[in-house]
């Protein structure tokens, strides 16, 4: 029941869209990536990064080095910003692109955006939801209990609502990036193409994992649907 539920073929057909999306996503961003680390900027990711938050008034924000390759974000909160070691020392519009992203989101964080405040009060419930929907799901069939079945669809259900206000925020922490850049001269507008492409790309990656879990989700009612038809 459990390998014909989640590994079948259906729903590889289910989900072959976000799939696709998904692997073109990730082919833009290491060919844009790839392009702006050859064209090199007048600060370093993180002296970007310090520019745009003093500019804000975010003093009191610091900026890390962790290891890892784009495994750059905010921790909204410990009030840090953490960056990679290429984007950390990097002095390309790359480095400067993802640094000043990061900082959309701290920006976004001492202003109170709606979507970002929101899509942190749902995380623990997101995380809850990824980890324990499989388990009731599964059980449901096993047991052939509604209940088991349709609370594991509805947990399932907050990653998805968890997707889906995720996206505006990545997008306006990337029109925030990119106004910042521009506005504070760190860049010119024609450098600003290269951080665009940068950006999109990236966005692009985030569409894909939010339309694979509402075409999950739609799967699992489908099946629950057709089990108690």
């Known amino acids: 029941m459990f ?19 998904a692997f073109w996503a990730q082919m833009r961003v290491k060919a844009t990536y790839a392009q702006a680390s050859q064209v090199p900027a007048p600060l370093s990711g993180a002296a970007a990064a310090r520019h745009i938050l003093d500019s804000a008034g975010l003093n009191g924000v610091e900026i890390e080095q962790i290891p890892g390759q784009l ?14 070691p290429d984007v950390y020392n990097g002095r390309t519009l790359a480095a400067v692109g993802i640094a000043a992203h990061e900082s959309g989101h701290a920006l976004q964080d001492a202003y109170g955006y709606s979507p970002l405040v929101i899509r942190n009060a749902a995380v623990p419930v997101a995380n809850f939801g990824s980890g324990i929907s499989y388990v009731l799901i599964i059980a449901g069939f096993l047991l052939k209990s509604p209940p088991f079945l349709w609370g594991g669809i509805a947990l399932f259900a907050g990653v998805v609502f968890f ?10 922490a990337s029109s925030r990036a990119k ?9 010119n507008n024609d ?9 999109n790309a990236a966005a692009w990656t985030y569409v894909a994992a939010t339309l694979q879990t509402v075409l999950t989700l739609l799967y699992y009612v489908s099946l629950a649907n057709r089990s108690r038809n």
Do not use: C
Request: charged letters at 15%; zero cysteines.
């Open 163 to 172: 997707q889906l206000v995720n996206l505006p925020v990545e997008f306006n």
């Open 71 to 84: 495994t750059d974000h905010y921790d909204s909160h410990a009030k840090v910003l953490r960056l990679s």
């Open 3 to 21: 390998h014909g539920m989640f590994f079948n073929f259906e729903y590889l057909i289910w989900i072959a869209p976000a799939l696709l999306l």
């Open 179 to 187: 106004a910042q850049l521009v506005g504070l001269g760190i860049i």
């Open 191 to 199: 450098e600003l193409l290269y951080v665009n492409k940068v950006l």
